[in-house]
C-alpha cells in the first residue's frame, strides 16, 4: 500500500478569481430564473381583489383551486396532445436524423441546415402559414379538389388533428437534433461488428442502434415534451381555442381573467411536476450514460 | 487440404482509386495466413471482401466451396475481429460475447454454457458481468477473440488486432493467438504491417502493396527468397545492391555490385540472359572476423573481402556494423555478440567478411 498523497486543500477549493468569472452567468441565472421564480410563488400563495390587483396576504386557496377536476382533466389532455406530439416527433424525426447523421461528411451540415431553415421566419407567420393551408377553403382542399373534384372539402382547421399537425411542426427540429447528435457519434463499426455477428439489418436497428442513440431520443423527448405541454399560442390559432390546454388557461388567468395568483399556483404546479419529470429523466439518463460510456 | 478461402480475380475500385488490384488468393482450411503490407496497401479492403461489408468490382470471393460474393456479412460463415475491437459498450462482457448466438437463435442454456467456455478460452472467466469500458486494452482485445470464436466460423478475420497493445503484451497476445488457432484448427486471416509479427506467428505471408499481393510464401520463403524489391525491404533488413554481370562459367556467375565489389553467385540463381539485376544481402548472413584464417568462415564462403568499420551501433544481443569494402561498397551487416571472449569491433577496425554463394538473392531481373 502506497501512502495516500496529501492534496493541499486549497488546490480544490477554487479561488476568488475564478468565481469571478463565474459571476456573469450567475446574474444571468438569478436575475432571469431565480427571481421570477420567486415572484411566482409568493404570487401563487396571495389573493386578488376585484379589480385584479395582488394582495400580499397568505392564503393557500389558489392551490386548492387547482386541485378542481376541471383543471386536472385540462391537464391531461395537455399532456395527451404533448405525448402524442413527441411520439408522431420520435416516428418521424428519427429516420431524418438517422439519414442525416450517416451520409457523408460533407453532406451533413446542408442537411441539417435544411432542417433549420423554419427558424429563420417568424413563428407565428408560420402557423399563419399553416393556417392557410389546412382551412376549409384552404390548400390542402384545393389540392384534393383538384384531384377528386366530387370529395366533400374537410375541415381540418381548428381541430384536434390542427393542433396535433401545429404541435408537431413546431417542434420537430427539437427532436432530430439530438436524435442527429447521438447518431452522429455512433461509430460505424458497432453496426458492422453486429452484421458481422449475424445480425440483419432489423436486429441490428433494435439491439445496436436503437440503444446506442438513446441518449439523444431522451433528449429530444425531453425538449419537445415539456413545451408542447405548455405552448398556447398553436393552441388558439390552430384550435381556435376549442381545446384549451394547461397553457392556454395559464394564459388566461394572467391576460383575461386577471387572476395573477391562481395563475402562478397553477404555474408553479405545472412547473414542480416538469421538474419531477426531468429528475426522473435526468435519473435515467445518468444510468444509460453509464452503460454507454 | 482442402481450399477454404478463395479470391478469384478480384478488383475493388473506389471511384478511380483501385485499393485492390486483381488479387488471386486461395487459402487452405486450417492455415493461419497472414496479409503484410504498409499502411494503405489494402489489407483492410481485403479483409472486408472476405467479411462482405465491401463487393468486389471485379471477380469472385468464394468461401468453403460456395461463391459468397453476393452474400452480406450477416450470412457468410466468417467473424471478425475489428482494429478498434468495435466491442458493443451498451452490454455487458457476457452479452457482447453471447451477441452473435443470440442472433443464431441459439437456446440460452446452450448459449450461455459455450459463452463461459469462449471466456475461459481467452483467460476472461470472472469478468462476464462488467461493460467495455471497465476493461484493459488487453482485455478488450480478448472478448473481440471471443465473441468473434464463440460463433465457430469457418474463417477467423483479424485487423490489426494487437496494434493497439504495447510491445509486450503484444508480444504474449501473438503467442496465444497461435496457440489457439492450432488449438482449434479455424483458418486465420490476419492483417498486419508489422512483418516481425507476420514471420512469428503465420504458416504463410502474403505481402501486399499497391493492392497486389508481391509475394505469397512460407516466412522461410519470405525472407530468405524475397522475389521483389518491395518484400526484400518491407521485411526484414537488407542491403540491396545493383549488380552488373562481369563473366559466367557452367556453375557460377560474378558480378560487380554499386560501389565496385566484386561477388560470385551460383550460375542458376542469375536471371538467364541477364546483364543486370538487383541483388539482396540479408546483413546477418555476412560473416565478419579480425582474421582471414578466422574459423568463422563457414565452409564455402566463396565471397571473402576485406572491408573497414565505418559505425558500429551496440543493441544488446546483436552489433550493428556499417562496413565500407576496399572497393567503396556500403554495407549493413549483423553480429552476434556472443562473448566477450570473441571478437569486439570498433569503428574504424579492418575486418575480413565471408558470404556463402547462396546467401545472394536475386529479387528482380532488369
Ligand atoms: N470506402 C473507401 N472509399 C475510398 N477509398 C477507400 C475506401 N476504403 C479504402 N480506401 C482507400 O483504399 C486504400 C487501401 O485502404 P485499406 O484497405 O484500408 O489499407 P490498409 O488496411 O492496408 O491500411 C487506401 O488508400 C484508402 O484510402
Ligand atoms: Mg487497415
Redesign the interface.
Known amino acids: 500500500m502506497s501512502p495516500a498523497p496529501v492534496i493541499p486543500t486549497d488546490s480544490r477549493t477554487p479561488h476568488w478569481r475564478a468565481w469571478l468569472l463565474l459571476a456573469p452567468m450567475v446574474a444571468w441565472l438569478v436575475l432571469f430564473v431565480v427571481v421570477p421564480t420567486a415572484i411566482l410563488l409568493v404570487y401563487s400563495f396571495c389573493e386578488r381583489d376585484e379589480v385584479g390587483r395582488v394582495l400580499f396576504s397568505f392564503t393557500l386557496e389558489n392551490y386548492r383551486r387547482v386541485a378542481d377536476p376541471v383543471y386536472l382533466r385540462i391537464f391531461l389532455r395537455s399532456i395527451g396532445y404533448a405525448g402524442l406530439t413527441t411520439i408522431i416527433c420520435i416516428v418521424v424525426g428519427y429516420p431524418v436524423a438517422y439519414c442525416i447523421g450517416r451520409a457523408r461528411e460533407d453532406w451533413r451540415q446542408r442537411l441539417l441546415l435544411l432542417v433549420m431553415v423554419p427558424f429563420w421566419t417568424s413563428f407565428l407567420i408560420r402557423t399563419y402559414a399553416w393556417i392557410t393551408i389546412l382551412k376549409q377553403e384552404g390548400l390542402l382542399n384545393g389540392f384534393v379538389q383538384q384531384l377528386s373534384p366530387t370529395a366533400k372539402p374537410f375541415d381540418l382547421l381548428y381541430t384536434p388533428t390542427a393542433v396535433v399537425i401545429g404541435l408537431v411542426y413546431a417542434y420537430l427540429p427539437f427532436m432530430i437534433l439530438p436524435i442527429y447528435g447521438s447518431v452522429e457519434k455512433l461509430?460505424g463499426?458497432?453496426i458492422?461488428?453486429?452484421?458481422?455477428?449475424?445480425?440483419?439489418p432489423l436486429?441490428v436497428f433494435s439491439?445496436?442502434i436503437i440503444?446506442?442513440t438513446m441518449p439523444g431520443i431522451a433528449a429530444g423527448t425531453l425538449l419537445v415534451f415539456v413545451p408542447a405541454v405548455g405552448m398556447f399560442a398553436i393552441t388558439d390559432l390552430m384550435g381556435g381555442a376549442r381545446v384549451p390546454l394547461i397553457g392556454n388557461v395559464i394564459q388566461n388567468q394572467f391576460l383575461q381573467a386577471r387572476d395573477w395568483p391562481f395563475g402562478a399556483a397553477l404555474g408553479a404546479v405545472f412547473m414542480g411536476l416538469f421538474a419531477l419529470t426531468y429528475w426522473i429523466m435526468l435519473k435515467l439518463g445518468a444510468h444509460?450514460e453509464?452503460?454507454?460510456? | 487440404m482442402s481450399t477454404m478461402v478463395d479470391l478469384r480475380a478480384v478488383t475493388k475500385r473506389f471511384g478511380s482509386f483501385t485499393a485492390v488490384n486483381d488479387v488471386s488468393l486461395e487459402i487452405a482450411e486450417g492455415e493461419f495466413l497472414t496479409l503484410l503490407g504498409p499502411s494503405g496497401c489494402g489489407k483492410t479492403t481485403l479483409l472486408r471482401l472476405i467479411a462482405g461489408f465491401d463487393t468486389p468490382t471485379e471477380g469472385s470471393v468464394w468461401i468453403g466451396g460456395e461463391d459468397v460474393t453476393h452474400l452480406p456479412p450477416y450470412r457468410r460463415p466468417v467473424n471478425q475481429v475489428f482494429q478498434s475491437y468495435a466491442l458493443f459498450p451498451h452490454l455487458t462482457v457476457a452479452e457482447n460475447v453471447g451477441f452473435g448466438l443470440r442472433m443464431q437463435h441459439i437456446d440460452k442454456t446452450e448459449a450461455a454454457a459455450r459463452v463461459t467456455e469462449a471466456l475461459a478460452l481467452v483467460s476472461l472467466t470472472g469478468l462476464d458481468a462488467r461493460k467495455p469500458h471497465q476493461l484493459s486494452g488487453g482485455q478488450r482485445q480478448r472478448v473481440a477473440l471471443a465473441r468473434a470464436l464463440v460463433c465457430r466460423p469457418k474463417v477467423l478475420l483479424l485487423d490489426e488486432p494487437l496494434s493497439a497493445l504495447d510491445a509486450k503484451l503484444r508480444r504474449s497476445m501473438q503467442l496465444e493467438l497461435k496457440r489457439l488457432q492450432r488449438q482449434l484448427g479455424i483458418t486465420f486471416v490476419f492483417v498486419t504491417h508489422d512483418q516481425e509479427e507476420a514471420l512469428t506467428m503465420s504458416d504463410r505471408i502474403a505481402i501486399v502493396n499497391g493492392g497486389r499481393i508481391e509475394q505469397l510464401g512460407t516466412a522461410h520463403e519470405i525472407y530468405h527468397r524475397p522475389a521483389t524489391r518491395f518484400a526484400a525491404d518491407f521485411v526484414g533488413q537488407a542491403n540491396l545492391l545493383e549488380a552488373q554481370l562481369l563473366l559466367q562459367d557452367s556453375e557460377c556467375v560474378r558480378v560487380a555490385v554499386t560501389g565496385g565489389l566484386e561477388l560470385t553467385l551460383p550460375l542458376a540463381a542469375w536471371p538467364a540472359g541477364a546483364t543486370v539485376a538487383l541483388i539482396a544481402m540479408r546483413p546477418e548472413k555476412v560473416h565478419v572476423s579480425k582474421s582471414r584464417s578466422s574459423t568463422a568462415f563457414a565452409p564455402g564462403a566463396a565471397n571473402i573481402f576485406q572491408a573497414r568499420i565505418e559505425e558500429e551501433i551496440f543493441q544488446g544481443a546483436t552489433d550493428h556494423l556499417i562496413l565500407v569494402t576496399a572497393a567503396g561498397t556500403r554495407l549493413g551487416v549483423v553480429v552476434a555478440n556472443e562473448s566477450a571472449l570473441g571478437d569486439i569491433f570498433h569503428a574504424g577496425d579492418l575486418v575480413y567478411c565471408g558470404l556463402h554463394t547462396d546467401d545472394l538473392v536475386v529479387v528482380k531481373a532488369e
Do not use: I, K, N, Y
Not at chain 1, 453486429?194 to 440483419?200: F, I, S, V, W, Y
Not at chain 1, 453509464?290 to 460510456?293: E, G, K, L, R, T
Open positions: 461509430d463499426a458497432l458492422e461488428a453486429a452484421h458481422d455477428l449475424g445480425a440483419g436486429r439491439s445496436v440503444p446506442l444509460s453509464d452503460s454507454v460510456a
